[in-house]
């Protein structure tokens, strides 16, 4: 064992890595509970996700257009979770798990061919003097546009939840859709653009994991990054800023197993690999006593009489 | 315009109609896929649904339909109970996983001593084992509220993890050359979980699957407590008035649940797989879950479409081998069954009314 090879700050670098899919799931999935809806297929829009963003980069060798597609994609199978949940009326718990189910499914079928395929990488962000500040520098300034994006839309999330109308009229939807149907907003419009919104997040999270984490595609790959991001909502009490707390810290645990097994600790690599899926149990037994902060339309569904 | 209108009560005939219009619905999608895949889709959904039950080969494929069945619909059985009273374990993968590993070390305890009380001793430990695992989130959610769902798959990953460790470690075969994987069950007679009648699939898994049915029909139909289970599900502002205790049911679904999904991995792991390796489980805690929605959350109806889903596996194993159709095709075919399901079942609690627009 030899844990002196473990260097601090390369640790917090890739921590920060590691967490950005989770970020980008929990965030979309966060404005989609907001409007009252639970969408359990984050981990099949994922996946969706990492392969449609794999292929095209693949493809056209520009991961840009790759984390493109993958948004595309991931918002398109979460309108198959619409066309269920908001026009069919059926039960969201259900639909989700579907959603999951599919996606993993076609996922692999999308991915046949991209087995062992090396993606096109995306260059790391340089800023002359602050990515070159010793310490600060790689942890802060070095890191790939798309982990900034994902901090960008936490920070976008809050405020627009938080100071503007649209903000105001989604949360109302989420506490009490009767009621904000009487004030004459459009429930399911505002509730089929969040889920849209939840999906091209998690897609975008999926693509991370395929074309920057890892970067390869193989089948199920994203290993239940979804569902974590699911438990990072509860979590977070449904607030933008403690997605990106959550986020820090189950990414955390990962990247400090994934370096105790590189260093050889005499823990077993089975045990080590399971210590985030205890962690997010842990962390849901804590803080499951507060349900207060749940939106209050969570999961009901909705349908207009009149 | 189209208008929806709740139907007072849930249409009977819809709910009888609305799986077989699914998966029509879900043949000609499919087949359109296969079509696109560069299969010839007439022939793909004839391979998949006409070839295991009447084809060439059927005499071999007729048994697998049991053997592939019989898991399917041990798990769902259990699954629909938690499903209709709203209490959702969808971990049943790891449930099968725990369930089959508790049961196989009671077995390989005993090598090489041959008697007559290993295999029951082996039933009794992988349903155990089952329960145990489900009893995770049950207890955590009787006792702090945590959502079940989302604890039962966590367990999954944790338990496909305690898999690896154990056919790698504690479980592995110490005659087997290093490899990873424990010793043949299927080589121990008194672990074995042989075919009843030789080569008709016919095994204790599957006899364990049609008692499980016949005992959630009486349970549902004829007890209280399936009373219970289906008024929590349906009204659970008067199931509590009713005086049901939803803690009780929590754990009992759950647990019910947990220990059929082990006794499935256990009847796996003795009989058709033979021995725990890393990756002997295929998905049927997942797939379980379509089953149940497909059979209605009714026990005859899980024993139908644990059937069909079992045909759908066998099929898509042959159409893989002869027409090359990718395995994940089947996978994505199971998907859209599901998706059609939930999507039709609209027609079972709402009328579609056509209606002149008015002025408001």
């Known amino acids: 064992m030899d844990l002196s090879a ?10 920060m890595v590691a967490a950005t899919p989770l970020l980008l799931a929990a965030i979309g999935e966060l404005v989609v509970e907001k409007a009252g809806v639970l969408n359990l297929g984050v981990e099949g829009m994922m996946i969706v996700g990492a392969i449609s963003g794999f292929a095209i980069a693949v493809e056209t060798g520009s991961p840009w257009l790759g984390f493109l597609a993958a948004a595309v994609g991931g918002a398109a199978l979460s309108l198959l979770f619409v066309v269920l949940t908001q026009v069919a009326l059926a039960n969201q718990v259900a639909s989700g798990l579907a959603l999951t189910l599919f996606g993993l499914g076609l996922s692999s079928l999308m991915g046949q061919s991209y087995v062992g395929v090396k993606p096109p990488r995306m260059a790391e962000l340089h800023i002359p003097g602050l990515s070159d500040m010793p310490v600060l520098g790689p942890i802060l300034f070095s890191h790939d546009p798309v982990l900034y994006l994902g901090v960008a839309i936490i920070a976008a999330v809050w405020a627009v939840l938080k100071f503007t109308r649209v903000g105001l009229i989604l949360r109302a939807v989420g506490e009490n859709h009767d009621a904000a149907h009487a004030l004459g907003y459009k429930v399911v419009r505002i509730r089929i653009a969040a889920i849209a919104f939840g999906g091209a997040c998690a897609g975008l999270g999926g693509a991370y994991i395929s074309l920057i984490r890892v970067p390869q595609w193989t089948e199920g790959m994203t290993a239940g990054v979804g569902w974590i991001a699911l438990a990072l909502v509860v979590f977070a009490s449904w607030k933008p800023w403690r997605v990106l707390l959550g986020a820090y810290l189950f990414g955390g645990v990962t990247v400090v197993q994934l370096n105790l097994q590189a260093a050889g ?9 399971m210590s985030p899926y205890l962690v997010t149990i842990l962390v849901l037994v804590i803080l499951s006593a507060d349900k207060s902060s749940a939106p209050a339309a969570l999961g009901r569904i909705f349908h207009a009489s009149h | 315009m189209i208008r929806l209108e709740k139907r007072p009560q849930p249409s009977r005939g819809w709910s009888i109609a609305t799986p077989l219009v699914a998966v029509l619905a879900t043949m000609l999608f499919g087949g359109l896929l296969f ?23 059927a005499f071999y494929y007729r048994p697998q339909l049991l053997v592939k069945g019989a898991p399917l619909v041990l798990i769902a059985i259990g699954l629909s109970l938690g499903f209709r009273a709203g209490i959702w374990n969808i971990g049943a993968e790891g449930q ?3 369930g089959a590993l508790t049961g196989a070390a009671v077995g390989l305890a005993f090598y090489p001593l041959e008697a007559w009380y290993i295999f029951p001793l082996m039933v009794i430990a992988g349903a155990l084992g089952g329960w145990l695992w489900a009893m995770i989130p049950a207890f955590l959610k009787v006792r702090f509220g945590t959502n079940e769902i989302l604890v039962s798959l966590m367990l999954v990953y944790v338990a496909e993890q305690f898999l690896a460790s154990m056919s790698l470690g504690l479980l592995k075969n ?12 299927q080589q121990y007679d008194s672990a074995h979980n042989a075919d009843l009648i030789a080569n008709t699939g016919m095994h204790w898994g599957v006899v364990a699957a049609l008692i ?9 139909n004829r007890h209280m407590l399936g009373f219970h289970i289906r008024l929590t599900g349906e009204a659970p502002r008067a199931a509590r008035f009713a005086g049901v205790r939803p803690s009780r049911l929590i754990l009992l679904c759950l647990g019910m649940s947990g220990a059929l999904a082990g006794l499935a991995g256990m009847f796996e792991v003795s009989g058709p797989a033979g021995q725990v390796s890393i990756d002997f489980n295929v998905g049927y805690g997942f797939t379980a879950i379509i089953v149940a929605f497909l059979g209605r959350l009714h026990p005859v109806g899980i024993l139908l479409a644990g059937g ?11 159409a893989q081998g002869q027409l090359g159709l990718p395995a994940a095709a089947i996978q994505v075919f199971q998907g859209m069954l599901l998706f059609f399901l939930l999507a039709l079942d609209l027609l079972t609690n709402y009328r579609i009314a056509l209606q002149k627009p008015e002025v408001a």
């Open chain 1, 6 to 15: 473990i260097n601090p700050v390369l640790l917090i670098a890739s921590l």
């Open chain 1, 265 to 273: 600790v005499a823990i077993p690599v089975e045990y080590l690999a």
């Open chain 2, 35 to 57: 079509g696109v895949l560069g299969t010839n889709p007439l022939q793909a959904i004839e391979t998949i649904f006409w070839e295991p039950l009447f084809g060439e080969f």
């Open chain 2, 96 to 98: 099968y996983i725990i």
């Open chain 2, 174 to 185: 110490p005659e087997g050359f290093g490899f990873p994987g424990s010793r043949n069950l």
């Open chain 2, 212 to 220: 499980a049915v016949i005992f959630a029909y009486v349970l549902l």
């Open chain 2, 308 to 318: 069909l889903m079992a045909l759908t596996y066998i099929g898509g194993e042959i």
